[in-house]
């Protein structure tokens, strides 16, 4: 059965900096996809950033592109989400998803993934 559990959500200033964790289990092997989404209220679902589990390698949505870095830890099956320089816009639920597969680059499509987290919400305000 695979679950993910994410951690990290808090209220911050902007300007300020946040790690989100993302623990995942009962995936076979390393070979799964993660994408972090984000909720904000009033706005559709936004993929932000990917990482392929097994590759490490990375995508990211242009509105976080040096300001947000995905990473995992294979020891810990744990995905990150550093974010940086955070905005009030960046403000929403943060959920952890995955897809059972590795892909040639993850993409940030809902429609690609199966599990998902159940989020953790991240508040940016002064």
């Known amino acids: 059965q695979v679950q993910l559990v994410e951690s990290g959500g808090d209220l911050v200033q902007p300007g300020e900096s946040l790690r989100l964790s993302c623990v995942a289990s009962?995936?076979?092997?390393?070979?799964?996809?993660v994408v972090w989404f984000r909720q904000a209220p009033g706005k559709e679902r936004e993929g932000i950033a990917c990482?392929?589990?097994?590759?490490?390698?990375?995508n990211y949505v242009d509105s976080v592109k040096g300001r947000f870095a995905v990473s995992r830890d294979i020891a810990k099956n744990t995905i990150y989400l550093e974010m940086s320089s955070l905005k009030p816009e960046d403000t929403g639920r943060y959920s952890c998803?995955?897809?059972?597969?590795?892909?040639?680059?993850?993409?940030?499509?809902?429609?690609?993934?199966?599990?998902w987290g159940q989020g953790t919400q991240v508040t940016v305000s002064s």
């Open positions: 990482i392929g589990f097994d590759d490490g390698r990375v």
């Open positions: 998803v995955a897809a059972g597969r590795p892909f040639r680059q993850c993409t940030l499509n809902a429609d690609d993934y199966t599990y």
């Open positions: 009962g995936f076979t092997g390393n070979y799964f996809t």
